[in-house]
Every structure is written in C-alpha cells, then in structure tokens.
C-alpha cells in the first residue's frame, strides 16, 4: 500500500523552487540534502515532494503504517525551520494529528507535509516514532538464522 488518499480533496501542495532539507534522523544522524523540484517525486509514498517522499527517495527511515495515505500517525515529524515554506494541513491531517504521541505546534505528518521551496527547511524525526513491529527496509537488517 502507498500513494495518496484518494478521499482527501486538496492535495495540490507543489515544491516550486531547490531548497535545502535537512533532517535530524531518530538516531539524531543529520541528513542535508539538496531538493530539485524537477526530481520531485521520489516514490510513491505521501504526496508528491513530501517530507516521506523525500525521505523513502533518500534511504532514509520514516515510518509510515499506512503507506503515506495520510491514515495514521506514525510518519509524525517537528518541523524545527521553515515551517511556514509548507503546505497547509488538512482536516485529514489534523484529525490523524490529534492521535500522535508529544503534538506539538510545529507537527506534521511526513506524508503530507511539503515544503514549497521559498525557505529552506529543517526536520526532526522522533526517536520515539518508531514502529516496533516492523523491521528496517534494507538489506544491513536483514538476519538469517546463522546469523542469530
């Protein structure tokens, strides 16, 4: 499952120029990458050139239960800079907001938050967003039995 939510009404939002993103990782890694909107989007995961999209086009983890379809909150995110360079949220969103663990004024959900390119843009992804059940895309996290 991935893509977009076919219910939600306005998912319009477009990164119009390159800006700089940088993401703080749950392992507090910093990733500083260079956004192209004529690159944009990455996967189909959320909608196009966000902060999901962004990220699964970059190897880096986010989780994101419902496939970036805007139906849970596990791709929650701060934006720490540039806020105000993203889309609006939707009443989606914040609905699905409403259940995130530590809400704060500067959350969004990865798979809905897009940057428009007129500031550049820093994020952290919380340590503790992370889905326990599911492993790490990749195959450094793939074990065999030997291995164990």
């Known amino acids: 499952m991935g893509g977009q939510n076919p219910y939600i009404k306005d ?5 119009k120029q390159k800006y700089t993103l940088t993401i703080i990782d749950e392992k507090g890694a910093e990733h500083v990458l260079e956004i192209d909107p004529a690159k944009v989007p990455y996967e189909d995961h959320g909608l196009p050139g966000s902060i999901l999209d962004i990220c699964m086009g970059h190897g880096i983890e986010l989780d994101h239960a ?68 599911r492993e790490p895309h990749g195959a450094d996290s793939m074990t065999t039995k030997k291995d164990a």
């Open 66 to 133: 419902c496939g970036g379809v805007c139906a849970c909150s596990t791709c929650h995110v701060h934006v720490l800079e540039g806020l105000d360079a993203c889309n609006e949220t939707t009443e989606e969103e914040d609905d699905e907001l409403e259940e995130a663990y530590d809400l704060k004024p500067n959350s969004r959900l990865g798979c809905q938050c897009v940057p428009d390119g007129t500031k550049n843009v820093r994020i952290r992804i919380p340590s503790w967003n992370r889905n326990l059940a």
């Open 11 to 15: 998912q319009e939002a477009r990164v």
